[in-house]
């Protein structure tokens, strides 16, 4: 199989890139800026000609979060225009569309995991401009599948895991937020799920689903766990966490207090189940000791 990845330097476009390596029936390449830029559909159209793949998977975006709120333009025309032109690339030659969503779609008063029918209620610009795009995406291409994911993290780029880790390195004590819960996801998971989606087969599963790590927690619990591997796995001294509240660490965007997705669509339609956050993470927090990034 043949697939196209949009977004080069990303978190997931490069799980997805590593998994392609060790696999002999998959051919997989990322594209992204200046080549390839969502807010081009000529740049898109023509690397899709030339690449000729049997599926794409868009795994590029605006994921600044704070920046979001005074750039909520540019964020609209990467996450929601962007995707659509691109959904709609893959509606014009028949071709497989996977479409990464967020958490941060909903407002967070629901005190249960959140189903994919749930309503929608972004509390910031990010989350406006993945809502707009999932519904953009769904609307120029019916046959799309739109995955809803959250609090990634991976030995790449800028995440919640690596931040803790460079903090801890040189803070005896710090202070994370114990009142926004969610599910911690592992880019290489997501990688595998997506994949596994793909060879499953999308045809007549056309619409939204819920994937992210399996069992939830605060991001206070996670910094927590975070530390432990690295102490554990590196032996490195651990900061001493405390649990404040999210009005003790104010943010341009609100993020919401409950963001936790059920997946058990996934699990019944592709019987694809992410692993628990607790091992992902400490295979996270072991292989940035193995490449000599924390330690
Ligand atoms: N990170 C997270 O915690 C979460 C992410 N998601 C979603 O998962 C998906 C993947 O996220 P993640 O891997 O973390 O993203 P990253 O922030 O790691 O990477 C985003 C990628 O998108 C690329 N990109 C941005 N704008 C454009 C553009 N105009 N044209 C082409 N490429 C562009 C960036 O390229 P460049 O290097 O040029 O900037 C970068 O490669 C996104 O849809 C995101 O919204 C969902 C929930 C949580
Ligand atoms: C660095 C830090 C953050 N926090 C809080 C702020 C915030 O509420 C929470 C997470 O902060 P971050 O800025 O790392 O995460 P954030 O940018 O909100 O992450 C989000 O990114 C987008 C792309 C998504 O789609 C979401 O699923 C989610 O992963 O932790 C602390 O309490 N203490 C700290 O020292
Ligand atoms: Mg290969």
Redesign the pocket.
Known sequence: MRILVAGKSGQVALALEELAKGREDLTLETFGRPDFDLKSPTSMDAAVAAFRPDAIINAAAY?A?DAAETDEDEATAINADGAAALAAIAHARGLPFLHIS???VFDGTKDAPYVETDPTGPTGA?GRSKLAGEQAVMQVNPDALVFRT???YSPWGKN?LK?MLK?GATRDT????AD?V?NPTYAPDIAAALVAVLEKGTEGKAGIYHLAGTGSIS?HGFATRIFEAGEHIAGQKAPTVNA?T?AD?P?PAK?PANSRLDCGKLETVFSVRLPAWEASTDACVKRLVETGEVG
């Open positions: 994921t979060v967020t958490d941060y990010y959250a609090w990634v919640f931040t903090l710090l202070g994370v937020v926004q969610g991001w404040i999210t660490y943010t993020r």
